[in-house]
């Protein structure tokens, strides 16, 4: 077996390839006659298990059983996917350990909603004041309320003992520039205690 054998082929029997390819072959008669033997084999099968343990079903409703199984079976396959088709994705031979950046989820939303605002404040400073600190005064705010059950504006005395004077005055007054990243880092790491 080689290695860049996906999932399906690791599942798949020999025997299953083999049957999927003669498919073609006989038309639909053949297809009735097989799907005929196969569940009358089934059933015979189950009639003689039964009375090797001695209960007793009623033909009709072995046969029906039977029937139906199959029918699932077949409308299921039926309706499964195309094996080789344009929406699977390819076969990845080993994980290198690298981040896939082109994959769209929910941290890289988060981390988006976060990074651009601060790349685009580096050249306009007001957009920092516009949007990346009231982000911040709602994250202490959220903080405040889930931890102490106060938040800046219904109990201003009390967040800002809480907050500390550096970052209540932080957040309430703009600052002219954007601070540099490791202030800002030394501000979030002052959020993070709270």
């Known amino acids: 077996m080689s290695g860049s054998a996906s999932?399906?082929?690791?599942l798949t029997f020999e025997e299953e390839r083999a049957r999927?390819?003669?498919?073609?072959?006989?038309?639909?008669?053949g297809r009735v006659l097989r799907a005929l033997a196969a569940n009358a084999a089934v059933v015979v099968v189950l009639i003689v298990g039964l009375r090797a343990v001695g209960l007793?079903?009623?033909?009709?409703?072995?046969v029906a059983g039977?029937?139906?199984?199959?029918?699932?079976?077949?409308?299921?396959?039926?309706?499964?996917?195309?094996a080789g088709g344009k929406s699977r994705t390819p076969a990845v031979r080993y994980d290198d350990g690298t981040w896939n950046w082109g994959a769209r989820d929910a941290l890289r939303a988060a981390i988006n909603g976060w990074e651009l605002p601060l790349d685009w404040s580096t050249t306009r400073p007001e957009r920092f004041s516009g949007v990346i600190l009231p982000r911040l005064g709602e994250l202490a705010d959220e903080r405040l309320r889930l931890k102490h059950a106060v938040t800046r504006e219904s109990d201003p005395v009390r967040a800002r003992a809480l907050l500390g004077d550096r970052l209540w005055t932080f957040l309430e007054t703009p600052p002219r520039r954007p601070p540099s990243p490791r202030d800002l880092a030394v501000i979030v790491a002052e959020l993070e205690k709270i």
């Open 20 to 29: 999927s390819d003669d498919r073609g072959r006989g038309g639909r008669a």
């Open 56 to 62: 007793k079903v009623s033909l009709v409703i072995l």
């Open 66 to 82: 039977v029937f139906a199984v199959f029918a699932v079976r077949r409308v299921a396959a039926a309706l499964a996917p195309p």
């Open 7 to 10: 999932i399906d082929d690791l």
